[in-house]
């Protein structure tokens, strides 16, 4: 079978760009979290900078406030002498001002005798200890003011500002490398959701492809998906349900050809006997004999047909249809219609139908079940035989017995007994106007009304069907 592959077609090509939109949304969704991630560690590492640094410099400008305020004259060079006594105090720039921002003392040199109008200074001037620090040409520079206290009077403060190079490199680099990170893990994503998407995609091209081999009727094909996934899952029950469809195509294609077969056998002989009366010269007597052929093919015919159609009926029929009924006053009506046939082949009916029990059934199944085993009890029976017809009831389950003395049936024609069409002696069912319908009407039955049957069997001696419905208490129900 040639097999044209349509995964390029505009519902596979829909189905697999919305693969590739779920796969770039995810790429989206992970690229916010991560430059959030990375703006929440740049911010975290800048804070533990800041509170490291705080402390120290505010010390740094309290230690040299101190000192200032307690000299007796505060000039350019008692300052500068004090500082110097300091000795190291690590800071790139230190300030002094007098009450309104005149710097007295600077240490670059270059701002003595000038207003310093720093926002620090101003600040600290309002009685307020100060902190400040940005990042700033690839260094973290550092701004701490105090005030200068004479006698607990703002008389001045005192700046310092700290221009950290290793600090600012080492806050640099943690970004980098945060920024590094970030950008080779959202690249690793991409390409995770693009392989991804792609495999996922090609799995479901494998599964569409597969569908499109089934919907052209070839049922034997299987799909093989790798993997323990739920894909993997879905593959395997697409074959299991290939595989009922397969034999229920089978099933289909045999009950056609039997029962065409079945039609066509009677319609011949109709032909055939109609041929013959038109074409040979027959007296009166023969020609009603051949009329009266064709009245029991023509016969035969509806009987196959009426099974048929009951049979297809009960396909096609919601099993919660039924009624609760009797069994009794049933297999009586059926016993007073085949006594007559019983009769014609000198078979000896005889019922032993115990205390009766209702069931949920439709009746008229109950009658077509009793009848099929009542009738087939009768036909393959040996003339003279007997019939027994038992009702009994065993726990909660009303069960139906009819025993023959006829011919039994052979061990290799019991898996197939109950097979539409099928019949062990096909001489003798088709002599007895038999279409091997009977049993397969009468599981189909029971089986949908919840029901068991079984037979025991021994060839020359006889069989029994059993068939045993559950009991329907009503007295039960109606508590
Ligand atoms: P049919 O219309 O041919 O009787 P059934 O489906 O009722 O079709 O039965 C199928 C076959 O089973 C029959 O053709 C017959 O060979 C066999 N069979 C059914 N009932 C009995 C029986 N009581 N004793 C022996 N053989 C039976």
Known sequence: MVITSRNDSPVFRRYANSQLNYALVYVVITLVVLLILNIYCSKVSQKLFYQSNERSMIEKCQLAADEISA?????????????????????????????????????????VGKLAL????????????????????????SHAATPLFTNSIVSGCVYMMEHDTAQGA??????????????????????FSLTFSKTFSRRLRQIMASMRIIQQGDYTHKLKLGGHDELAFLGNEFNNLTEKLQTSEQKRARFVSDASHELKTPLAS????????LQNDMDMETVREFV???????????????KLLSLTKLDSRFSDECEIINIVPTVKRVIRMLSGIAKENNITIEADLEADNPILIL??????????LVE????????????????????????????????????????????????????????????????????????????HISIQTEMGKGSTFAVSFPIFDTEEEDL
Not at 73 to 98: C, F, P, W, Y
Not at 300 to 305: A, E, I, M, S
């Open 71 to 111: 000299l007796d004259v505060i000039n350019n060079s008692t300052v500068a002498d004090t500082v110097e006594q300091l000795g190291s105090l690590k800071v790139n720039r230190l300030m002094v001002t007098d009450h309104l921002g005149w710097v007295i003392y600077d240490s670059y040199g270059t701002d």
């Open 118 to 141: 720093l926002p620090e200074i101003i600040t600290a001037l309002d009685c307020n200890d100060v902190f400040y620090w940005q990042y700033y040409d690839g260094a973290m520079q």
């Open 170 to 191: 080492l806050i640099k680099s943690l970004q980098t490398t945060i920024l590094r990170i970030t950008i080779i893990l959202e690249l690793a994503l991409i390409l």
């Open 270 to 277: 109709i032909k055939l006997l109609s041929d013959s009366i």
């Open 292 to 306: 009266g052929d064709i009245g029991n093919e023509a016969e035969r015919l509806n009987r196959t047909t009426a």
């Open 363 to 372: 009746e008229d199944d109950l009658y077509q079940i009793v009848f099929n």
């Open 376 to 451: 087939n009890g009768i036909k393959y029976n040996i003339p003279g035989g007997k019939l027994y017809v038992k009702l009994l009831r065993q726990d909660d389950n009303a069960i139906l017995s009819v025993t023959d003395t006829g011919v039994g049936i052979p061990d290799d024609a019991m898996d197939h007994i109950f097979e539409r069409f099928y019949r062990v002696d096909k001489a003798r069912s088709r002599a007895t106007g038999g279409s091997g319908l009977g049993l397969a009407i009468v599981r189909a039955i029971v089986q949908r009304n919840r029901g």
